[in-house]
Nanobody, 126 residues
Framework: VQLVESGGGWVQPGGSLRLSCGGS????????MAWFRQAPGKEREIVAG????????YYADFVKGRFTMSRDNAKNTVYLQMNSLKPEDTAVYYC????????????????????WGQGTQVTVSS
């Protein structure tokens, strides 16, 4: 059972990146998914979440209007489209599958999620 993120990298402020997260060992379309991030010296925080069906979604206030989370259940993959990136978006981004409680519903609580991917670095700087 494994989740793998990709798509991270370096981008200038105002730029865009698209993160992808795919998994093996399980049919991830059964589960709500989420993206979290952790910057150096800071706690891990929720970025966005999505239900099993793709709606509803949840966004942290600091990404509303800039980031969009989506999923393609046929491809067993979730995405995070990040636009208008800011230096404060610099962090390691993790995807995770909800395994506790109503696992098909969107959640912002990190304790609801397992497993987690290994993370992908996003760096926003000029």
């Amino acid at each position: 059972v494994q989740l793998v993120e990709s798509g991270g990298g370096w981008v200038q402020p105002g730029g865009s990146l698209r993160l992808s997260c795919g998994g093996s060992g399980r049919t991830w379309s059964y589960y709500a998914m989420a993206w979290f991030r952790q910057a150096p010296g800071k706690e891990r925080e929720i970025v966005a979440g999505i239900s099993r069906t793709g709606s509803p979604t949840y966004y942290a206030d600091f990404v509303k209007g800039r980031f969009t989370m989506s999923r393609d259940n046929a491809k067993n993959t979730v995405y995070l489209q990040m636009n208008s990136l800011k230096p404060e978006d610099t962090a390691v981004y993790y995807c995770a599958a909800r395994s506790k409680g109503h696992f098909w519903e969107v959640s912002s609580d990190a304790t609801d999620f397992d497993p987690w991917g290994q993370g992908t670095q996003v760096t926003v700087s000029s």
